[in-house]
């Protein structure tokens, strides 16, 4: 284990004495949680995490070391990392390297032997708040001036900053041409579509209504995303124009830019909801799903307008977890489907997309 020290400020002065762990030097970002015992480099990589600091609740981390395949981009998208204790020599055959060494490789400052629970336990408390991770500077007056600069997450437009800068093609085969709109999309969610049978291609999340039909897809999907989904107006107003005109399904940020679309609201979790093991209950079959999950904001229920249906309510505290418009030919939903960690308790969604787009 790294003895270098470091030190993790939050915004509330709490202060957390540890030692360095990946990279050395200092980042900031909002400091969130998440339970999964696993799936740790799919959360490294997943862009719904840019500017966060990732706390993993589960006491030892990189058992299995990291590998070549269990991205969800093309790099690390968190901005600091948070665990009790590292594995430093990994055991597993698909293991090309350590959870430490690969955080030193792409330059993700983080911090170990802290006291994980307390800090889970506060920001459960107290809600998501920023914070700062340092090797270099432990001077708590100096931190705090560094960490008074930085934004909160309300108001924050993060897709513009993890989207692509140009249109691509993910897959050239399959029956059903689908229009991706990439607010910070996961890769395994693009694997599932190409699995059921859509040839995928991938828009700027800029991108308009116009363009988007002038693609003439079978069918539009909305991706998952990082920061306020209020503050992206371009989306919300490109998903106004395009409803009614093509099947809609939704994820993540797409749920919540799809509603905002049809005229709800949308607001901040207190500490958002970051796990592989959270209940849903899916409301019309009665049933619950396992779902995996990443979302600081969610969709308020009471503003949804008639034409509306909510689909799936969250178990833990009865917010939204998924919403359909049966006039608009859209759904969407708050967690994972794709589950990438987690359970595969909701992979049907993909082949409801699917029937929409066969017009069954």
Known sequence: MNK???????????????????HYGET????????????????????????????????????YGVNNEDVESKKIQVSGFIIKEETLVPSNWRATTSIGEYLRQNKIVGIQAIDTRALTRHIRDQGAMNGIISTEDFNIKSLSKKLKKAPSMNGLDLAKVVSTKRRYVWSKKGKYRVAAIDYGIKHNILNLLEKNDCNVTVFPCTTNAKKIMEFKPDGIFLSNGPGDPAAVSYGIQTVKELLGRKPIFGICLGHQILALALGAKTFKLKFGHRGINHPVKNIKLNNVEITSQNHGFAVDLNSLPSNVVSTH????????EGIECAEHNAFSVQYHPESSPGPHDSRYLFEKFIDMMKGK
């Open 4 to 22: 270098s020290k470091a030190i993790l400020l939050l915004d509330d002065g709490r202060v957390f004495k540890g030692n360095s762990f990946g």
């Open 28 to 63: 900031i970002g909002e400091v969130c949680f998440n339970t999964g015992m696993s799936g740790y480099q799919e959360i490294l990589t997943d862009p719904s995490y840019c500017k966060q600091i990732v706390t993993m609740t589960a006491p030892h981390i990189g058992n």
């Open 313 to 320: 309510i969250n178990l833990n505290d009865e917010t939204s």
